[in-house]
């Protein structure tokens, strides 16, 4: 599966099966989904921005099986974020998010950064998407605690990318 995913750029069309994406993995809230469509929508309506970088990622057969969203982080000195990534629930565990991070990475190195930071949550029910993070090379720079919620910290991993 994994040699056979293709990143690609995201079009108007994809939006649906985006928000469903979105709405499946559980990770994000109703709020978090909001956002996330707020800058899908932005994206596909100013094609020449460069404040967030989208690629899809598409299965063997054509269709959009998840995405992710980075940009650089203004006023720091060549450090980008990772804003969002998520993969539908049916193709998890196949090497997809791998193959976007990767992907991110290349072109990142290839426009000069410095440092990749990625903000998530503490809780439990984030543990894989940790443990993801922790595989793909990054660890746990700061956490700041109670930051989303009583008990809900936000948690950053980072690794240094020059
Ligand atoms: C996090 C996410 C993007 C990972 O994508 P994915 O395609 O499932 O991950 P991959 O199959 O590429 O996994 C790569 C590696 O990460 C680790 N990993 C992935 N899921 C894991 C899990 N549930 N438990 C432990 N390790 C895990 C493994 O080491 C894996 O490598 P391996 O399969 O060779 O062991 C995806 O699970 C997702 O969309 N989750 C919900 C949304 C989310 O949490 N987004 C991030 C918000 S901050």
């Known amino acids: 599966m994994q ?7 995201l079009r108007a069309e994809d939006r649906g099966t985006l928000r469903r994406i979105l709405e499946q993995t559980l990770a994000f809230s109703t ?3 909001r ?8 994206a596909l309506g100013k094609p020449g921005q460069t404040d967030y970088r989208f690629a899809g990622i598409e299965r063997p057969d054509g269709s959009l099986a ?4 980075y940009g650089e982080i203004p006023l720091s000195d060549r450090c980008w974020d990772l804003y969002w990534i998520a993969v539908n629930p049916a193709d998890q565990g196949k090497g997809l998010g791998r193959t976007m991070i990767r992907s991110m990475e290349e072109d990142l190195r ?4 410095r440092k990749l930071f990625i ?3 503490g809780k439990t029910s984030y543990g894989s998407t940790r443990a993801f993070y922790e595989a793909s090379g990054y660890r746990e720079m700061a956490r700041l605690p109670d930051f989303f919620a009583p008990g809900d910290d936000k948690v950053i991993f980072g690794k240094d990318l020059a």
């Open 119 to 121: 903000e998530t949550g």
């Open 35 to 42: 956002v996330a469509l707020e800058l899908i929508d932005y």
């Open 66 to 69: 998840g995405y992710m969203c």
């Open 3 to 9: 040699a056979e995913a293709t990143l690609r750029p």
């Open 31 to 33: 709020a978090e989904i």
């Open 110 to 113: 290839r426009r000069g950064a």
